[in-house]
């Protein structure tokens, strides 16, 4: 057990809902051990800039509920060089913080490798993104939310795709991860979802969109994450008019609606266990991990596991697909 002078604790990449659920723990859990949490504002640039102020409880009264993050959030190129991180070093040092938590993706978690690397100040990580695509933990701060939200959006389209018999294609967010476009598209019936990390074909996708319109099943539902094989909605409505220009086809592209709005309850009783858990867990002395919810218990791992390992697609959400589309 070690006892800690001031925590340091900073939003980094991009919002995502329940940040602010994890930030009201992060404070709360340690004001009980009688540390000092102090939040850095804009992320990394933040801690270059020396944007830290002391945050107590009432600072984090009625926020539970809101999205985004009272701390705001920035990316840092300046943060990965010498110079950037001695002046984030120094400003941690005039606010006698000894230590970080946290909330964002990979690459927030792989500058913190580097910085201690460089001056040892220990940190733990909470996975705060809506893409759920980091490795030790089943679900990220703010997936929950956002699946819900595209589920919302991909309703609404439906009435009106049946209403017109045409052919919805309607991207989410997920570059790099699919698990916002599967999972929204399992709940809302999508015909076809096409994520990054599984490629249907173009021949056999065109094949069976052409049989739908034989057999007259004019209304589809087409769920595409931004980082499909397809290169997004607007290419793939081009390919289709262009092989099926009888196919009556309109885009839909949800965008940042999916990383804001009140958190689900999941998200917020998620961003809770976490943020009361990074608190214990540098207080023990952990350092550099991730904490993270695996089969309802809260484990710790490495940032390097986090980082470079590939979460893999459940295989029976991609067995379904086809079957329950029919």
């Known amino acids: 057990m070690q006892k800690l002078k001031n925590i340091g604790l900073l939003t980094s990449g991009g919002d995502s809902p329940g940040m602010n659920a994890a930030i009201r723990a992060i404070v709360r859990t340690a004001l009980h051990h009688d540390i000092v949490p102090m939040g850095i504002m ?27 993050t009272i701390l705001k959030t920035a990316r840092s190129k ?33 500058g913190a490798v580097e910085f201690f690397k460089k001056y040892q100040i220990p940190a733990i990580g909470l996975p705060g993104t809506i893409d759920n695509d980091l490795s030790g933990t089943d679900y990220t701060i703010g997936f929950d939310t956002a699946v819900n939200t595209a589920v919302w959006a991909i309703d609404k389209i439906r009435d009106t795709a049946e209403s017109h018999n ?6 989410v967010m997920g570059r790099d991860a699919g698990y916002i476009a599967l999972q929204s598209g399992i709940a809302c019936g999508a015909e076809h979802i096409f994520i990054p990390e599984q490629q249907e074909g173009l ?12 057999r007259k099943k004019l209304t589809n539902i087409i769920v595409v994450a931004e980082g499909d094989e397809f290169g997004g909605a607007y290419k793939l409505a081009t390919i289709i008019n262009d092989k099926l220009p009888e196919v009556e086809t309109r885009v839909s592209i949800l965008g940042h609606m999916q990383r804001g709005g009140t958190p689900s309850c999941f998200d917020r009783i998620l961003a809770s266990r976490l943020g009361y858990a ?25 940032f390097s596991s986090c980082v470079k ?8 959400l991609i067995d379904i697909i086809s079957v329950l589309a029919k």
Do not use: C
């Open 78 to 110: 300046a943060f990965m060089t010498e110079e950037g991180m001695e002046k984030a070093y120094q400003n941690l040092l005039k606010n006698d913080i000894s230590s970080l938590i946290l909330i964002g993706g990979d690459g927030t978690f792989r």
């Open 42 to 68: 804009n992320g990394y640039q933040g801690m270059i800039e020396g944007q830290i102020r002391e945050l107590k409880t009432t600072d984090v009264s009625n926020i539970i509920q809101r999205g985004g």
């Open 203 to 214: 021949e056999a996708f065109i094949n069976a969109v052409s049989n739908d319109h034989r």
């Open 278 to 302: 990074a608190v214990e867990a540098l207080i023990q002395g952990r350092t550099l991990e991730m904490a993270g919810l695996v089969n309802n218990e809260i484990m710790f791992t490495p």
């Open 166 to 171: 045409r052919l919805f294609i309607i991207e």
């Open 309 to 316: 390992l590939q979460k893999p697609i459940a295989n029976d």
